[in-house]
Nanobody, 121 residues
Framework: VQLQASGGGLVHAGGSLRLSCVAS????????MAWYRQAPGKERELVAS???????NYIDSVLGRFTISRDYVKDTLNLQMNSLRPEDTAVYYC????????????????WGQGTQVTVSS
């Protein structure tokens, strides 16, 4: 599975951005997808996740502002980010997890290349 993220940029506080991540390859193996972010000097953190059946989870700091969604026709993961704050500034990474296509079908984790989101105050 290959992941290609896009949609980052520079926005003022209160603004919006929409991130997208296109999956290719053995996308039928993907069960779980997520967006992570990593700010300078900080560890990478999970922002939002979505299961194959559409169950979503968010970290508290983005609840009510960010919406994760998955387009199964276009094999795309999206993250709509509204009411952005300077503390949302980070490199955002998309992630996909699912079993390998060959025995022993080990769980695999795939990462996109990251897209920079900068929110100015």
């Amino acid at each position: 599975v290959q992941l290609q993220a896009s949609g980052g940029g520079l926005v003022h506080a209160g603004g919006s951005l929409r991130l997208s991540c296109v999956a290719s390859g053995s996308v039928f193996t993907i069960n779980h997808m997520a967006w992570y972010r990593q700010a300078p000097g900080k560890e990478r953190e999970l922002v939002a996740s979505i299961s194959r059946v559409g169950s979503t989870n968010y970290i508290d700091s983005v609840l009510g502002r960010f919406t994760i969604s998955r387009d199964y026709v276009k094999d795309t993961l999206n993250l709509q980010m509204n009411s952005l704050r300077p503390e949302d500034t980070a490199v955002y990474y998309c992630n996909a997890e699912g079993p390998d296509i060959t025995p022993p079908y080990s769980e695999r984790s795939y990462w996109g290349q990251g897209t920079q989101v900068t929110v100015s105050s």
